[in-house]
Every structure is written in C-alpha cells, then in structure tokens.
C-alpha cells in the first residue's frame, strides 16, 4: 500500500542537541512539507519541497534545516537553534497540479527534556 | 493571494443535530480546495475536495461541503453528528498554480454531546 511514513512516532530532545524526524512516502508525490501544530493552534508551515533538492522556507523556517536529496524522502532536522522545539510535527506530500490532495504522515511529538 | 478563515474555532452540537462548519477562501485563480479531519494525536485525514465538476461535494461519513464562488464560500455539512465526528477540521486552499504551498485555515474543534 502507498503511503507516507513518519518515524519515529515519539522523540525526546536534552537541551542542545540536534534531532533529525524522518518522512518517507512512496506515492511517487512531487512536493513535500513540513508543518508544526501547537496545542490547540493549526499548521504552521516549517519548509516545502517542489523537486528533488530544492526546497523553500516557510512561515517559521528558523531553527529548522531539510534536505531533499531522494523524491521519497523529507528529513526534518531541529536544530539547537530552535529554542521551543516541543511540539507536533506532521509531513505531507503532494502531486503538483489542481485538485490534488495532501496524504499526511501520523506525526511525531518531540519533547525536549 | 490564496488564503482561508474558518469562521468558527469551537462548535458544540448535540449528537443526532445537524453540523455546520463554516470556511470563507480568498483565491487569485480557480480555488483547490479541500477539507481534513484531525483526531486527536493523529495525522489529517482527507474528508472531501472540490474538484469544479460539482458545486456540492459528497465526502466520507456522510459530510458535504457546498462550493459558494459568489460568497467565496465552501462550509462543510452533516445531516446527524455522530460521537466520532468529535474532532479538529480544517479548511484548505491550494496554491497549485505557482508554489504549491497548502494553506490551512486556523481549525474548528467540534463537540459532540450526547
């Protein structure tokens, strides 16, 4: 079954250290995201991917880093810079053109400890 | 410029009574739109998209959402709320002419009572 996978589902930071969430799909989706969500607060969008490594920053980029190396996959990668990482992160992915509807991963929630 | 104001963030209605959740859009070009549900601790699941073959869209469990162009509107229906509508819904356009980007509306929780 197609698909897009979020791993892992729980992820726990110390102050300081860089951690990398992982999406991979294989939908043969063109676009990739990253949004955040807040406790009750919507999506905030961290960065997009049109095409193999190229990606754009979104509305809240900072202290976040991606790579788009591989169509299938979209690693997030929160950095030390991020100074109030704990939230939940969803990826999803998309084929470009009208009408085309996003598949959502399950999520992550990282908690920084 | 797309953009989408989901009118309400809080919505109680009573189980078996029908469900209104209202989205206004702002589209430069002919709008991409679609509505998720989100259960707690969970990905967004895809209820219903408009495709511009019908204004009135059939989903899954039984929603619709009716596509408005002269009020830009798209709200999203139930005839009977069920216990297990209970959940976060958004309200999203796309932007599929030129950057692709998914912009969501900031969510409506709904409540069910029994």
């Known amino acids: 079954d197609g698909g897009i996978t979020q791993s892992p589902k729980y992820l726990f930071r110390k102050e300081g250290q860089n951690v990398t969430l992982s999406c991979e799909q294989n939908?043969?989706?063109?676009?990739m995201y990253w949004y955040r969500q807040d406790p009750g607060q919507g999506l905030r969008l961290i960065y997009y991917s049109q095409i193999v490594n190229d990606f754009q920053k979104g509305d809240i980029a900072e202290g976040y880093s991606v790579s788009r190396e591989k169509k299938e996959s979209f690693p997030l990668t929160v950095t030390s810079a991020q100074k109030n990482p704990t939230a939940f992160y969803l990826c999803?992915?998309?084929?470009?053109?009208?009408?085309?509807?996003?598949?959502f991963g399950q999520g992550t929630r990282l908690t920084v400890v | 410029a797309q953009s989408v104001t989901q009118l309400d963030s809080h919505v109680s209605v009573s189980e078996g009574t029908p469900v209104l959740l209202r989205c206004n859009y702002s589209?430069?070009?002919?709008?991409?739109l679609f509505w998720y549900v989100q259960h707690p601790n969970k990905g967004l699941q895809l209820l219903l998209k408009y495709t511009s073959a019908a204004t009135l869209v059939k989903g899954i469990n039984g929603f619709e959402a009716e596509f408005k162009k002269s009020e830009t509107s798209f709200h999203l229906t139930k005839p009977s709320a069920h216990m297990s509508d209970a959940a976060e819904y958004f309200c999203v356009v796309s932007d599929w002419v030129s950057s692709y980007k998914l912009i969501f509306g900031s969510g409506t929780r709904l409540l069910v009572r029994p």
């Open positions: 939908l043969n989706h063109d676009a």
């Open positions: 999803a992915s998309t084929l470009r053109g009208q009408n085309t509807e996003a598949f």
């Open positions: 589209s430069s070009y002919s709008p991409s």
